[in-house]
């Protein structure tokens, strides 16, 4: 173990682990403070369903309540995103900035380097994990909320394995490849699929074990919150993380250390085939040198495709069908749900195909894709440019600074246009699909709606780009402000008497008028427009006033 | 426009903060000159182009450029102007061609023909991606773009980093084609060398400060230079000190070195007459040795 790069590991990445362990605390206690001042009675007929999907325990105890929604779901993926982020970044993202060959050079084995920063990634995650646990004590003692009978310590523990999981995975993949964006790209594929997976498949009968292939059935199947610590599922995790630690060393050990070449794209590859040569030059030469919003478009698209695809394919077209699988009492209960109850899940009403919509697809997944890829793309937007040290070239040439923000908020306009009409025609079509019937123009509404929400986070992100010239502060000022303001919304109408404080987020703009129903709500969408309008406005406004960054 | 000065900084200051990057600049570049800028590093060079660029904006005084101002009218002189920045960094997964598009679709097309010519005089490949270019070759590539709008001002930060002597020679003479056609360059440089074979006047910086601006031809007739001798047996420094312009004499038993821009053959003569010269070497001063010698004073930063 090299103490050196075990604690140079922990201060390049402790400040994203504790932003994120500070905003869950935050949740913890809102959630919480809510939670308190509700009428319980109506959780205790929640159905099976909405608690496989949210992990809520059924002795429905306020606290515990707010353990399984705040920690079960979002706290896991906030945590285990992070792990991924710092996995992926441990070896892969050494090569990318050309270190890798200067950490070598020192007379330290490549599986001592390895090692070291694992452990460095297991002890950030590990007291993440503590201070989570921290939390979970003091949010009770603060609000004067019971919890016994529950195991908040347990749930915490499978959390932090299930991170820990995904973030040695991401090593694994990026120190076998080298490449960073595989790494993150595939492993949180994976926890995506998996959370999404664990969540669907007990709604169908029969269906139920199939939930054991993904991983995050071994953080949530044992409903750690309420039954204590699994210690099966705690050692198929640990066996899990062995199995990717021992990857990571051979797999790292054998390769050739990438240089800080680029990787060979399709495009590049037709390009040096003398057939397709001239057709492949005017489509990279000419088309995406066109214009700065083109090229900016077109450094993002495999993430835009893969995010589009996804919720045509999986929250789209499949759902249509698997409707109609659907266990009837299931359907007939969630239709005797109370409204306050619905709004935390996203409103969905399972005894209508809308209902089920609402809640696989819009409540919740469809906001996180398009805010993903509007959220990258506004921090990256001119960040990216001033930390790669390409804005000052930019920026001799005779454009202005309102020109270049203006061409990267188009490229990002389009960007959530295309997810937002990837869940669109995905929706419409698995309402074809499986004979639901439902109305193709309230779809394009709830699909507008949706596109448009990204854009006003996108632009918050674009925002924080423009102002700081770092694409960190952009990414996660936006993401905590987004989890915040989601949650707001989704908690705040739970409580009758503070229920009209929702609209303080731009989320209840989005489908608080029941548009699958209701149809498109202009008004709503132009207050998500001009919210829009306003943020790129502030961001020209602040990025015309500053230095650029020197950075290098 | 105002055709006898091509770039004039009036009291260019620069503050981060308590950090005096750039304190009271003045300078005044005619058309159809190289203008060398000198300075060790972090002397305030790349902050004074970056200035210029309109990349960071002053804390006080004012900068032109073909007398357009550099905040108020930044886009327009951009339309004039070559740039090449410090540490050159461009978009690593675009060959160079397509780096060389890009930019010119910002500029409203230009002469291919011309970008051809320049990648063949700098011996440039334009086919490979610039992330897989080493850095010398990514240089040419910074290079053709600066050069191929024909730009009136070039201005340029280190532009011949990398470049092998070769290039660098033609690269020198793409420099003296443009004055000859009436254009301006603001070359920033910490190697002498480079800059005593191209420009007409030089400017020195030094901690955020203008301490000299000298022709080229004034600074060489300082001709100062370090020199090496070494004897059969040990010496005395005194007989060293002795001969006119003799500067921070060192013995080391056979070995004696100093700062010289006296006579050559004063200090010979008196080298050979007190024992057996082995050998001797010489060569340039570095520009922190001409600093030291002749602007010790002006360099002070003040307190």
Same mark, same amino acid.
């Given at each position: ?13 402790? %400040? ?19 939670? +308190? ?58 090569? +990318? ?130 039954? @204590? ?21 051979? @797999?790292?050990? +054998? +390769? $050739? ?19 397709? %040569? ?69 409103? @969905? ?58 061409? %990267? ?104 008028? $029941? ?38 | ?303």
């Amino acid at each position: 173990m090299l103490a050196n790069v075990f604690t140079k590991t922990i201060a390049d990445r402790w %400040k994203g682990m504790t932003i994120g362990v500070i905003s869950l605390f935050a949740l913890l206690v809102m959630g919480m403070a809510v939670y +308190r001042d509700i009428d319980l009675s109506v959780y205790t007929s929640l159905p099976e369903a909405y608690r496989s999907l949210f992990n809520i325990p059924t002795d429905a105890d306020v606290g515990a309540l707010a353990f399984g929604v705040i920690y079960g779901s979002y706290g896991a993926l906030i945590v285990a995103s992070l792990a991924i982020a710092i996995g992926a970044a441990t070896i892969a993202g050494e090569e +990318r900035n050309g270190t890798i060959g200067l950490l070598l050079a020192n007379p330290k084995s490549r599986t001592i380097v390895l090692t070291s920063k694992g452990a460095g990634l297991t002890a950030i995650v590990a007291a993440a994990g503590l201070a989570l646990w921290g939390t979970a004590w003091l949010t009770p003692q603060i609000l004067g909320v019971n919890t016994t009978g529950m195991h908040p310590g347990a749930l915490i523990l499978h959390l932090t394995m299930v991170s820990l999981f995904f973030g040695l995975l991401a090593l694994a993949i990026g120190a076998s490849t080298g490449k960073t964006g595989v790494a993150s790209g595939v492993s949180a594929g994976v926890m995506a699929i998996s959370f999404v997976a664990v969540g669907l498949l007990p709604l169908f009968e029969g269906w139920e074990d199939l939930a054991r292939a993904f991983p995050w059935y071994y953080f949530t199947g044992a409903d750690p919150v309420n039954n @204590g610590v699994d210690w099966a599922h705690i050692a198929i995790l640990i066996a899990g993380c062995v199995v990717f630690a021992v990857v990571a060393v051979v @797999g790292f050990k +054998r +390769r $050739d250390l990438r240089s800080q070449t680029v990787g060979v794209s399709v495009i590049d590859r037709l390009r040096s085939n003398p057939v397709t %040569k001239q057709f492949a030059d005017r489509l990279a030469g000419s088309v995406f040198v066109s214009r700065i919003s083109i090229k900016t478009f077109s450094e993002s698209q495999a993430l835009i495709y893969i995010t589009a695809a996804l919720m045509f394919l999986v929250m789209g077209l499949m759902l249509g069908p698997m409707y109609n699988l659907l266990d009837e009492t299931l359907r007939n209960l969630t239709g005797q749900l109370p409204d306050a109850m619905l709004a935390m899940f996203g409103g @969905g009403d399972m005894s209508t195909p809308e209902g089920w919509y609402q809640l696989e697809t819009f409540g919740m997944m469809a906001p996180i894709a398009v805010l993903a890829v509007t959220m990258v793309m506004g921090a990256r937007s001119l960040a990216a440019e001033e930390e790669h040290r390409t804005m000052g070239l930019l920026l001799s040439n005779p454009i202005s600074r309102s020109y270049v923000l203006f061409e %990267k908020t188009i490229a990002m306009v389009v960007g959530g246009a295309i997810v937002g009409f990837s869940i669109f025609a995905g929706v419409a079509g698995g309402s074809l699909l499986g004979g639901l019937g439902m109305s193709i123009g309230n779809i394009a509404a709830t699909s507008l709606l949706a596109a448009l929400i990204g854009l006003v986070f996108g632009a918050l992100a674009l925002l924080l780009s423009a102002a700081t010239g770092r694409v960190k502060i952009a990414v996660y000022g936006s993401t905590v402000v987004a989890v915040l303001l989601y949650l707001w919304n989704a908690l705040i109408p739970l409580n009758v008497n503070i229920a009209g404080w929702a609209k303080w987020s731009p989320f209840y703009y989005y489908l608080s008028s $029941d548009p699958l129903n209701n149809g498109m709500n202009w008004g709503h969408g132009a207050i998500l427009a001009a919210l829009t309008l306003i943020l790129v406005a502030l961001a020209v406004a602040l990025f015309n006033r500053r230095d650029l960054r020197q950075t290098g | 426009m105002n055709d006898q000065i091509a770039i004039r900084t009036e009291g260019l200051t620069k503050h981060y903060g308590s950090v005096e990057a750039l304190n009271d600049l003045d300078i005044d570049i005619r058309p159809g000159e190289i203008f060398g800028f000198l300075g060790p590093n972090g002397a305030g060079k790349t902050t004074t182009i970056r200035t210029l660029l309109d990349e960071i904006h002053p804390t006080a005084g004012r900068a032109e450029i073909l007398g357009l101002d550099t905040h108020q009218q930044s886009v327009e002189i951009r339309r004039h102007i070559g740039y090449v920045p410090g540490d050159l960094a461009m978009y690593p997964r675009l060959t160079g061609r397509d780096t060389l598009t890009f930019f010119a679709n910002l500029r409203g097309g230009v002469d291919w023909g011309y970008v051809d010519e320049l990648a063949d005089r700098l011996d440039a490949d334009l086919s490979k991606k610039v992330g897989d270019l080493s850095s010398g070759n990514r240089q040419k590539v910074g290079l053709i773009q600066a050069f191929m709008n024909k730009p009136e001002v070039l201005i340029m930060d280190e532009p011949s980093a990398g470049l092998d002597p070769l290039v660098q020679r033609e690269f020198q003479s793409m420099l003296r084609e443009e004055i000859a056609k009436g254009g301006t360059v603001f070359l920033s440089s910490h190697t002498l060398s480079e800059v005593q074979r191209v420009a007409d006047r030089v400017g020195i910086i030094r901690h955020g400060r203008l301490i000299a601006v000298e022709g080229v031809a004034g600074l060489r007739a300082k001709g100062i230079r370090r020199v090496d001798l070494y004897f059969d047996e040990p010496v005395d420094t005194s007989v060293f000190e002795a001969v006119t312009g003799t500067r921070d004499v060192i013995v080391q038993n056979h070995h004696v070195s100093m700062s010289f821009d006296g006579r050559m053959d004063e200090l010979l003569a008196a080298a050979t007459q007190h024992a057996t010269l082995v050998d001797i070497n010489t060569q340039e001063a570095d520009l922190e040795e001409i600093f030291l010698t002749y602007y010790r004073d002006e360099a002070e930063v003040p307190a």
